[in-house]
């Protein structure tokens, strides 16, 4: 992990802020969320800042004081989206900064039940989904004490100064920056653009090599797959030399990434409508049944699975947006494909 920021542009510094050591995988993500600096009313306007934990608050404190500056000289910290990775240190910067926190509304209110709910996370409404969804009962009795974990990591007590409602805004007055809502991985995700220097700072939106994942929940009904392609054929039409990911490293053929993405989820449409056989079968079910490049169904851990039944849900849903699968009953979640007369 560098202990000083690498600078990508004029004004603009990177950020390694590494995952917590034994409470996330090391390799999960690349094992770190890349946060980065742009200069800004005389101190700095930050993108993302890790999991509120204290190695996570070390590394981005080192990094400062590599570039002269420190806590104190953040103005602005915009969240891409609500995922602890990307918003957890945010309270406590805000408390040693008074920096003011910009994200968007539809993530803050799904952030704001995590951070608000008991101890339990609403944790019959999680069960009750996954039941829906037709997870067996022994797969079940884990997921409490992942939900319980990932809620620590978020931060606590805070209350964002500027709410994002739009699909395109400026982040501030004097900034080149635009927020641009991108709907997909979460409802609220939005990606920074600077028209000027042509640079995007595409949050989990576009990474490098990784795909991102795309997870309904009990949270919102929306489509969040067509979403997140509409999002992607969105961005590319954009004038960008360099993007800035939120994972892995920075690239510069957006166009050609956006391509791949978009090859990748029709051919997993494929595989999920392959999957779904001559019977009515539960997205947990569709899910055993695809190939997953983090192992067979039976290698994977439970928190690997679940991840692969909620992409799974996702494509269900975009294959009975197209007409192409249809649901059977709603309370257990079953579908079938579609028979055309």
Same mark, same amino acid.
């Given at each position: 992990?560098? #202990? !000083?920021?690498?600078?990508?542009?004029?004004?603009?510094?990177?950020?390694?802020?590494?995952?917590? @050591?034994?409470?996330?995988?090391?390799? *999960?993500?690349?094992?770190?969320?890349?946060?980065?600096?742009?200069?800004?009313?005389?101190?700095?306007?930050?993108?993302?800042?890790?999991?509120?934990?204290?190695?996570?608050?070390? *590394?981005?404190?080192? =990094?400062?004081?590599?570039?002269?500056?420190?806590?104190?000289?953040? $103005?602005?910290?915009?969240?891409?989206?609500?995922?602890?990775?990307?918003?957890?240190?945010?309270?406590?910067?805000?408390? %040693?900064?008074?920096?003011?926190?910009?994200?968007?509304?539809?993530?803050?209110?799904?952030?704001?039940?995590?951070?608000? #709910?008991?101890?339990?996370?609403?944790?019959? =409404?999680?069960? !009750?989904?996954? $039941?829906?969804?037709?997870?067996?009962?022994?797969?079940?009795?884990?997921?409490?004490?992942?939900?319980?974990?990932?809620?620590?990591?978020?931060?606590?007590?805070?209350?964002?100064?500027?709410?994002?409602?739009?699909?395109?805004?400026?982040?501030?007055?004097?900034?080149?920056?635009?927020?641009?809502?991108?709907?997909?991985?979460?409802?609220?995700?939005?990606?920074?653009?600077? %028209?000027? #220097?042509?640079?995007?700072?595409?949050?989990?939106?576009?990474?490098?090599?990784?795909?991102?994942?795309?997870?309904?929940?009990?949270?919102?009904? %929306?489509?969040?797959?067509?979403?997140?392609?509409?999002?992607?054929?969105?961005? $590319?039409?954009?004038?960008?030399?360099?993007?800035?990911?939120?994972?892995?490293?920075?690239?510069?053929?957006?166009?050609?990434?956006?391509?791949?993405?978009?090859?990748?989820?029709?051919?997993?449409?494929?595989?999920?409508?392959?999957?779904?056989?001559?019977?009515?079968?539960?997205?947990?079910?569709? *899910?055993?049944?695809? !190939?997953?490049?983090?192992?067979?169904?039976? %290698?994977?851990?439970?928190?690997?699975?679940?991840?692969?039944?909620?992409?799974?849900?996702?494509?269900? =849903?975009?294959? @009975? !947006?197209?007409?192409?699968?249809?649901?059977?009953?709603?309370?257990?979640?079953?579908?079938? $494909?579609?028979?055309?007369?």
């Amino acid at each position: 992990m560098n #202990s !000083e920021p690498r600078q990508l542009d004029a004004g603009i510094y990177m950020l390694e802020v590494p995952f917590p @050591e034994g409470l996330v995988p090391p390799d *999960a993500m690349g094992g770190k969320t890349l946060s980065y600096l742009v200069a800004d009313d005389g101190g700095w306007l930050m993108v993302d800042c890790g999991f509120n934990h204290e190695t996570c608050f070390e *590394a981005v404190c080192l =990094q400062l004081s590599a570039l002269g500056a420190s806590i104190t000289d953040i $103005r602005r910290l915009v969240i891409t989206h609500c995922h602890p990775d990307h918003f957890g240190l945010a309270g406590r910067i805000k408390a %040693e900064s008074g920096a003011q926190i910009i994200m968007h509304q539809q993530d803050w209110e799904m952030a704001r039940f995590v951070m608000e #709910s008991g101890d339990t996370w609403s944790m019959d =409404q999680v069960l !009750e989904w996954a $039941r829906s969804l037709g997870v067996p009962p022994q797969e079940v009795e884990g997921y409490e004490d992942i939900m319980a974990f990932g809620k620590m990591l978020f931060p606590s007590g805070l209350q964002p100064d500027r709410l994002v409602k739009g699909k395109d805004e400026p982040v501030s007055d004097g900034s080149h920056l635009r927020a641009i809502l991108t709907p997909g991985h979460t409802p609220g995700h939005l990606c920074l653009y600077d %028209e000027s #220097s042509r640079v995007l700072f595409s949050g989990d939106h576009v990474l490098t090599g990784i795909t991102t994942h795309i997870s309904p929940s009990f949270l919102t009904d %929306e489509n969040q797959l067509d979403q997140y392609l509409a999002s992607l054929q969105a961005v $590319r039409q954009l004038e960008v030399s360099l993007v800035l990911p939120a994972h892995e490293k920075p690239f510069t053929d957006l166009p050609h990434r956006v391509d791949q993405l978009l090859a990748h989820h029709e051919h997993r449409l494929g595989q999920v409508l392959a999957a779904l056989g001559d019977r009515a079968s539960s997205p947990w079910e569709i *899910a055993s049944q695809v !190939e997953w490049t983090v192992g067979t169904w039976d %290698e994977m851990d439970a928190t690997n699975r679940m991840l692969a039944m909620q992409e799974t849900l996702a494509h269900i =849903q975009v294959l @009975e !947006e197209r007409g192409m699968v249809s649901s059977v009953e709603e309370v257990a979640r079953l579908y079938r $494909r579609r028979i055309e007369q």
